[in-house]
Structure formats: structure tokens, C-alpha cells
């Protein structure tokens, strides 16, 4: 099972708006990621958490603020977008292999998305 | 400056024939390449990879070249299928796990 599942699918909000996106997997992965996909462009990296712990946060506005409450869920907690914020969300997660304090993970293996609109 | 490069937007293939799918990157310490397929509004799903340790890893019908010296991978689709029409991103990571993507080729296989 390599199943990475997303909530909601869809989201409309407008800039006053408080959402949040969830992520959840089963494989026992204690690596998850948010990733964010204009149109056209690749997927860029958001967050990385590692054994619940934020471990990578790639200079993401505050508006943005992920939380990993288990070793199964994601969060992303939205609150006053801008309408240049409108993309895919992608979440995704992997093994954490390997010891000395670095991050080395396995193969990512992606959610569906959530398509947000911001108006 | 872009990192992993898919200089070819597009590619079309006819049914049955070989895809080959390019992508190349600039950064040395990269020591593990993955491609991806992502339909429109979805996900991308993980096809394969290879470690830098390897030249050659193959899943079925397909196929991942790296050439280290070059710092060059490809995937091959043997034989392309209408079903994998679809957009393929090329993907490189450090042991640090920071996924960088290519800007994707857009693969159309006609019947």
C-alpha cells in the first residue's frame, strides 16, 4: 500500500479565511512533506517534517503554518491568503533511512492534491 | 538556476515504439535520481529510480539510464502505450531528501 491520502480535494477561500489542508498515510513513514504546484511549473518543496518534527521549512510565508500532531497526519494550516497563493498542495511521504542526524529518505510517494483557489 | 533540467517540453510517440525521456542535472552531490508521472490535477505517482551506485535500473517497461560523468539520466518506455500519455517529471535528491524537480515533459502517445 502506497497510499497518501488528501482532504479536502477542492478548496475555495477568500483572504480572510481561516482552512486548514490535511494529509494522512499509513505506511509507517516518518517523513512528510508539503509541496506546492503553480500550473505548468514543477512541484516546490514547503516543509519537510521528520519523526514529527519540523526538519525543513524553505523560507514559506507565516501565513502558511504546517503541524504534524502523529507520525500519520499533516497539516497545513491556511489563514489571510492571497490570491497568488491559488495552487496545488501536494503532501507526501517516505522512509527516514540511515543514521547520523541527516535527513535520508526513501522514495516520496505523493497524495492527490488539494486544488486551492484563493478570491 | 535550475538544478535538474528537461529541456524538451513535449514529446510524441507512436504506439509501441520506445520513449525516451531526458534529464539533466548540475549539482554533483545529487546521489538519488526519481522519475515521476502526473495526470492534470492529481498527484504525481512514482514510476522508478536509481541510486548514483548504479547505472542501469529497469521495472518492467521501464527503464532508467544514469550517466554520472555526463550528469544525465533517462527514462526509456519500451513499448509506449496510449496510457502513458501523461506529464514525467524528472526528480534528484542529497541524503538530505530535498526532492528537486525538473520542469516536466509533457509525453503524447498516439494510437
Known amino acids: 500500500d502506497t497510499e497518501v491520502t488528501q482532504t479536502p480535494k477542492h478548496l475555495v477561500m477568500g483572504m480572510t479565511n481561516k482552512k486548514s489542508l490535511k494529509c494522512e498515510q499509513h505506511?509507517?513513514?516518518?517523513?512528510m512533506y508539503w509541496y506546492k504546484q503553480k500550473a505548468k511549473k514543477p512541484p516546490e518543496l514547503m516543509f519537510v517534517y521528520s519523526y514529527e518534527k519540523l526538519s525543513i521549512n524553505e523560507s514559506v510565508p507565516s501565513r502558511f503554518s504546517p503541524e504534524c500532531p502523529n507520525s500519520s497526519l499533516l497539516n497545513l494550516h491556511l489563514h489571510a491568503l492571497q490570491p497568488e497563493d491559488s495552487a496545488l498542495y501536494l503532501c507526501a511521504s517516505s522512509q527516514v533511512i540511515g543514521t547520523s542526524g541527516l535527513l535520508s529518505t526513501d522514495t516520496q510517494y505523493f497524495g492527490p492534491g488539494t486544488r486551492l483557489t484563493v478570491l | 538556476d535550475q538544478q535538474v533540467k528537461q529541456n524538451s517540453p513535449s514529446l510524441s510517440v507512436q504506439e509501441g515504439r520506445i520513449s525516451i525521456l531526458n534529464c539533466d542535472y548540475t549539482?554533483?552531490?545529487?546521489?538519488?535520481f526519481l522519475w515521476y508521472k502526473k495526470y492534470p490535477a492529481e498527484g504525481p505517482t512514482f514510476l522508478i529510480s536509481?541510486?548514483?551506485?548504479?547505472d542501469k535500473n529497469e521495472d518492467g517497461r521501464f527503464t532508467v539510464f544514469l550517466n554520472k560523468s555526463a550528469k544525465h539520466l533517462s527514462l526509456h518506455i519500451v513499448p509506449s502505450q496510449p496510457g502513458d500519455s501523461a506529464v514525467y517529471f524528472c526528480?534528484?535528491?542529497?541524503?538530505?531528501?530535498?526532492?528537486?524537480f525538473g520542469k516536466g515533459t509533457k509525453l503524447s502517445v498516439k494510437p
Open positions: 549539482n554533483s552531490m545529487f546521489d538519488y
Open positions: 536509481i541510486s548514483s551506485i548504479k
Open positions: 505506511m509507517g513513514h516518518r517523513a
Open positions: 526528480a534528484a535528491a542529497r541524503s538530505q531528501g530535498n526532492l528537486i
